[in-house]
């Protein structure tokens, strides 16, 4: 089941495929940023989808020295490059750090991404890292993949993700307690299968 979009922002939940783990695909601007690995922990996601939507849910001016969001984003990578961004003003630093997105574990880790609010808009960017070509340190002279995303839709897709994570994780911690207890002689309720005490 598919929140969202492929070509804007989308989170393709693939709730079939593990017992255990969540299999999301994430797509940001037409490019699917997990190939590698798409096997979420859940109670990781869940929280991550409640942390963004935290941070990007109300509507909120510009960061600090924004221009756009392409200019914005080459900082922010610059920021990454250089030292923890020596030559930036502390409070761009600040703001850069704030508006990370897709920080979500192992899933997440070839991709540098940011999520630039601006009214009812909220702009994505992102960089694939993995077999980049491009030397540690050194600038990567491809632009980056962006897309302005309608503020509205990208909760509504965070919301309903979030939502289905914690379905699909309390579904599947409830067979886990479920064989625990089996295995340890008990029901689910904590009493012995025998009845006793």
Not at 30 to 55: Q, S
Not at 95 to 113: H, I, M, P, Q, S
Not at 167 to 195: C, F, I, M, Q
């Amino acid at each position: 089941m598919l929140f969202g979009s492929r070509a804007g922002f989308g989170l393709e939940f693939h709730v079939e495929r593990d017992p255990q783990l969540l299999c999301v695909d994430v797509f940001l601007g037409g490019l699917h940023v997990n190939t590698w690995d798409n096997a979420f922990y859940p109670p990781l996601l869940v929280r991550k989808l409640g942390d963004e939507l935290g941070r990007l849910r109300a509507s909120t001016a510009p960061p600090v020295a924004f221009a756009s969001p392409s200019a914005f984003f080459r900082l922010a990578e610059r920021r990454m490059r250089d030292d923890a961004g020596a030559g930036i003003a502390p409070e761009v630093r600040a703001a850069l750090a704030r508006y990370e997105f897709l920080d979500w574990g192992e899933c997440t880790n070839e991709v540098k991404a940011f999520a630039f609010p601006e009214g009812d808009h909220v702009h994505l960017a992102c960089r694939m890292y993995e077999g980049s070509g491009v030397a540690g340190g050194a600038e990567d002279p491809r632009e980056p993949t962006m897309v302005s995303v309608s503020r509205a839709v990208f909760v509504e897709t965070l919301e309903r993700s979030l939502v289905v994570a914690e379905r699909e994780w309390s579904a599947r911690l409830a067979v886990l307690t479920a064989r625990r207890d089996a295995r340890d002689g008990g029901d689910a309720s904590g009493r012995p299968a025998n009845g006793e005490g």
